[in-house]
């Protein structure tokens, strides 16, 4: 049974985005990206949100044949086109394709993927589907990239949350040139 994971930027004040999905706040390097790929490596399906499975797919399938690709252009790309994508959506149903599927929020039907993937799922961003796994309590491990600023208002990653969820800190990763802080938690 695979694990549920999210990976997701954060500001040090529980925000995901600005208030109209701004996140040109995100820091970012080729540390990082090394570093996230451990994370691809070991996924063998993706789990999105409408929202951010759109603007996935609307870069990842080309993005690794481009001719300025970056080595971190090219290894995501690959591994987008290769893994079984999850998409959560209400308007989207019936789009499905040989790697993409839509599914509406359904406990079950999340549990099952959890259950045939041999490694785990893995979700980037999608705040409103990770709203949901929380309230379902099905998020095993989070990679929370914590950057240094405070947004005062957005869409926020914590405030759906009902019911006490415990996570235990695994380990943390500084990324010097950005100054963000990976913190990584699981059950």
Request: glycine share 6%; with cysteine.
């Amino acid at each position: 049974m695979g694990k549920l994971i999210i990976s997701l930027h954060i500001s040090i004040d529980g925000f995901v985005a600005g208030p109209n999905g701004e996140m040109d706040w995100i820091g970012l390097d080729d540390t990082m990206f090394d570093y996230v790929c451990h994370l691809t490596d070991n996924a063998d399906t993706a789990l999105y949100g409408r929202k951010t499975f759109e603007m996935m797919d609307a870069y990842w399938p080309t993005a690794g044949n481009e001719p300025n690709a970056s080595k971190h252009d090219k290894e995501h790309s690959a591994w987008y086109l290769k893994v079984n994508k999850y998409v959560l959506s209400n308007t989207m149903q019936g789009k499905d394709n040989d790697k993409i599927h839509f599914i509406k929020s359904d406990l079950e039907t999340i549990k099952f993927i959890k259950k045939k993937s041999a490694n785990s799922v893995l979700i980037f961003g999608s705040p409103s589907a990770i709203h949901y796994l929380f309230s379902q309590d099905l998020v095993d491990e989070m990679y929370l990239f914590v950057n240094p600023i405070l947004l005062g208002n957005g869409i926020s990653l914590f405030n759906e949350i009902k019911e006490r969820l415990q996570y235990k800190l695994a380990s943390t990763k500084t990324f010097e040139s950005c100054q963000v802080v990976c913190l990584h938690y699981n059950k």
